[in-house]
């Protein structure tokens, strides 16, 4: 991939989603914006090589994605025989359009990509393709990349999203944000689906860079929305507390080079305690609401374990232990049972945190999940049963798809031929 190819895939991850928000509000069809943005990814594939990368290439690419709206609106309008609705239509579009091409999609009431959510999100879909939806239009993802924040096969997360936009376009969903009962009955999967984006910016799941700052980004800025959209909803702040906290530590996350710093080695005094404070405020926004905590509010309890912290030996890993228990309890699922055996392992002993995670080796939907061998290597290697450390470690490397963690893997295998420290 040359450079101008990698600049275009740069901008497209993280204007796409804007781009598709607001050809969605123009043509008031979601499947049929995607199919014009990703023409006008196209367009520039073949004419950025030839001209050279435009001075500002996000407004280039709304800029033909709009021209290409607006073409099928005027050739819609002409084929009904409407030619004085056109000529009001088309001027009222081209004055939204033509401007100010670097001003913020906040123009009008309420927000594009919030509107894009809520659609994608729509009751007449299943979960499953509401998720997977949002998670392609605004978090820019491509299906492999679903499929493994889902962790379910490719094929079955491009059948949901074809589906997902066969029938919003026949129910004729309207593009706004729901109100009273409606917003409230849609808001779980918004909120699964917000953090989805968030977790594939804080840990992306393939390619060269360990975290994706533009989706965290835009997740946050979402979630920051649905909580002055919905202030009475405990796991709306709950959520935004987890993000926030989470976001002070990617200063810390990465060395010089870029590659990967796990959190009990990050340099603490690079966490951002702007975002710290934002996310404990948050926490107690949630927790004043009077209700139980959902599991939203739960992990950013245990994240605020870590920020709170100083020092990484002055960590509360029975709080957090307890906080997953509970959790655990709430919201099952493998996933969580894999990170209460971290904490195990650090409240208490690897060996008990070996013993929960060697439960977990039959589960179908960790078969592929690296982070189950990654973790049984770590237990192992404390443990100092290095060669099963290394096979482990091994594993978890050939299982990862992001070039990053792979080095480290391999680097922490490489670590088992000498004894722990």
Known sequence: ????????????????????????????DVGLAEEMAQEALVSALETWPEQGEP?????????????RALDYLRHKKLEQDKEAELTYEIEGLLQDAAPDLERTLDDNIGDDLLRLVFISCHPVLPTEGRVALTLRLLGGLTTDEIARAFLVPEPTVAQRIVRAKRTLSAAQVP?????????????????????LIY??????????????????????????????????????????????????????????????????EQDR?????????????????????????????LQAAITACHARARKADETDWNRIAALYEELAQLAPSPVIELNR???????????????????????????????????????????????EARTEFERAAGLTQNERERALLLSRAAACASPPG
Not at 184 to 194: A, I
Request: some cysteine; aromatic content about 6%; charged content about 25%.
């Open 199 to 264: 977790n594939e910016g804080y840990s992306a799941s393939a390619g060269a860079d360990w975290m994706r700052p533009a989706l965290c980004e835009e997740a946050l800025r979402l979630g920051r929305i649905l909580a002055e959209l919905v202030p009475q909803e405990p796991e709306v702040h709950g959520l935004v507390a987890l993000m926030e906290i989470q976001s002070s530590r990617q200063r810390a996350r990465t060395d010089a080079q870029g590659a990967p710093v796990l959190l009990l």
């Open 1 to 28: 991939m040359n450079a101008i190819h990698r600049s275009l895939d740069a901008v497209w991850r993280i204007e796409s989603a804007k781009i598709i928000a607001v050809l969605t509000r123009m043509l008031r």
């Open 55 to 67: 001075d500002k290439p996000a407004a280039w690419l709304m800029t033909a994605a709009k021209n």
């Open 175 to 195: 593009f706004e944000v729901p109100r009273g009962a409606e917003l409230v009955e849609r808001l779980s999967s918004v909120l699964q689906v917000v953090y």
């Open 269 to 297: 005094a690079k966490w951002d305690q702007l975002l710290i404070r934002r996310g404990l405020a948050a926490l107690e926004r949630a927790e004043k609401l009077g209700r139980s905590l959902g599991p939203y509010a």
């Open 341 to 387: 055996a971290v904490a195990l392992s650090m409240a208490f002993d690897p060996a008990t945190g070996l013993e929960l995670a060697d439960t977990l080796l039959d589960e179908p939907a960790l078969r592929n999940y690296h982070l189950l061998p990654s973790v049984r290597g770590h237990l192992l290697f404390q443990l100092g049963r290095l060669g």
